[in-house]
């Protein structure tokens, strides 16, 4: 149990600096997969934290991450000029060596990649960035849940439904 | 077809060897491991956040603090100027419509009749140190001996210190009746006194002046238009406003100067007043009234 004073404050500016370094990066992502890279989330970021700071005295440490995702995202949403999601992806060399090679796969290289792209980016948001923070990030699902502030059981129907449309649209195996 | 439980255990990474094992023979494996393959391609670029820039964040905060004041001094700006305004004076305004005539008293009892379609506007508050009305249309006054009193019209003005005179402005036309006093009437860079008794009249066509009235107040007072050498559109506008009627006219000058009059009480009968001298016929249709010129057909 921390002392009263440290727990309730977050205006010092160590402990605030602690708090960008562990936070940001889960922030940074969640807005990457919900929102895409052409939405900046590298600005709604550094914004949200310094909304953060601005509120410093009012909001507690373990109130701090709901705070931020809320933030963030109402920003996100008020942006009039909001960009459709889009997501990048780094263009690739075709992969001679890789199991991509399952028959299964009619389309491969370039042109699957965007059939994968048109379909992320046909999910709902939520499904979205709930699906790719676990299996491109590797977050556990009680992870996910503590991030996203939801049940652990809407990640998994979150994850579970994403990937039973991607089965759909990709080719059934 | 893999149960939901099952494929939700491998995407947790919870399985044990032996699930594992079993489970990679699966259709369901394949496509994930494959789909995973390819998702690595979507994946965030790199963010390292390094460390806050609080500078940056506290300046727009300062900012917003040095725009609090500002923004409360420019409300409360906004609360005193609106009602400043709204309690500032403004003018009066006074209007008739047509068949319609109005008298009333100026704030020093100066008396002002109103004929049809006129507007009056003049401030109460700057009435004491400026008697000023703004006319369109026409009307009398009986203006209350003091200061200097200014009748401004569109054509010109009239300035007077205690008198009676009637005031006509009606598009380009422009007349001034002295009953009794003296006027000063001034259009352009023409000026002339008026003595009881005279007119001044500004048509189109020009100025003329002429010494005629006998009565104490106009003729319209008492329910009659008089005119003397008057374009004749001018005449059936007065008509018209005095009937509240529309004319139309076929085939007649309207250029043409008429002098005479027509009386407010019967329709009718105004209309031959102003009809038959110029040899004009007639049709009426309720408020609309066709003139025409009688040896045309």
Request: glycine fraction near 4%.
């Amino acid at each position: 149990m921390k002392s009263p004073s440290e727990k309730d404050n977050i205006c010092n500016r160590t402990l605030f600096n602690q708090l960008f370094q562990k936070l940001a990066p889960d922030l940074y992502n969640f807005l990457y997969y919900k929102y895409g890279a052409d939405n900046n989330p590298e600005d709604l970021v550094q914004e949200a934290f310094a909304k953060l700071w601005d509120n410093c005295g009012k909001v507690t440490p373990d109130k701090a991450k709901s705070f931020l995702f809320t933030v963030a995202n109402n920003q996100m949403l008020n942006e009039l000029s909001k960009k459709k999601t889009v997501l990048n992806y780094k263009s690739q060399e075709p992969q001679k060596n890789s199991t991509n090679e399952s028959p299964e796969f009619v389309l491969e290289g370039k042109e699957f990649q965007d059939k994968l792209k048109k379909a992320l980016e046909d999910l709902t948001e939520d499904q979205r960035v709930t699906f790719l923070m676990n299996r491109v990030e590797g977050k556990r699902h009680k992870e996910i849940a503590e991030i996203l502030g939801v049940s652990r059981k809407t990640v998994e129907k979150r994850i579970y439904t994403a990937l039973k449309i991607l089965q759909e649209k990709l080719g059934k195996i | 077809m893999e149960e939901k439980s099952t494929i939700l255990k491998y995407l947790n990474g919870e399985m044990t060897e032996k699930e594992l094992e079993a489970f990679k023979q699966t259709s369901e494996y394949r496509f994930i491991s494959s789909l995973d393959e390819e998702l690595d391609n979507f994946k965030a670029p790199e963010y390292n956040p390094g460390d806050f820039q609080f500078d940056k964040a506290e300046k727009k905060k300062s900012i917003v603090r040095f725009l609090k004041p500002a923004l409360q001094i420019a409300a409360v700006f906004l609360i005193v100027s609106s009602v400043v305004f709204y309690l500032m004076p403004r003018p009066t305004l006074l209007s008739t419509s047509n068949n319609e005539t109005l008298s009333f008293n100026l704030p020093d009892n100066s008396r002002v009749f109103m004929n049809a379609g006129t507007q009056i506007k003049y401030s109460k508050s700057d009435w004491d140190s400026e008697r000023l009305v703004d006319l369109s249309g026409e009307a009398f006054f009986e203006v209350e001996k003091g200061q200097k009193f200014t009748v401004q019209t569109e054509i010109g003005n009239v300035t007077v210190l205690g008198t009676s005179f009637n005031v006509t402005n009606r598009q380009d036309y422009f007349r001034v009746d002295c009953y009794e006093g003296k006027v000063l009437v001034e259009s352009g860079n023409q000026e002339i006194t008026l003595l009881p008794g005279e007119t001044a009249q500004w048509t189109i066509s020009g100025f003329n002046n002429w010494k005629e009235i006998l009565n104490v107040s106009p003729e319209w007072l008492k329910g009659k238009s008089t005119f003397r050498s008057t374009p004749y559109h001018l005449v059936l506008d007065e008509f018209e406003r005095q009937f509240d009627v529309s004319l139309r006219t076929k085939k007649i000058n309207k250029e043409r100067l008429f002098t005479g009059s027509f009386d407010h009480e019967h329709m009718e009968a105004a209309l031959r007043s102003i009809t038959v001298p110029f040899n004009i016929s007639y049709s009426i249709e309720g408020k609309k009234i066709l003139l025409f010129k009688q040896d045309s057909n």
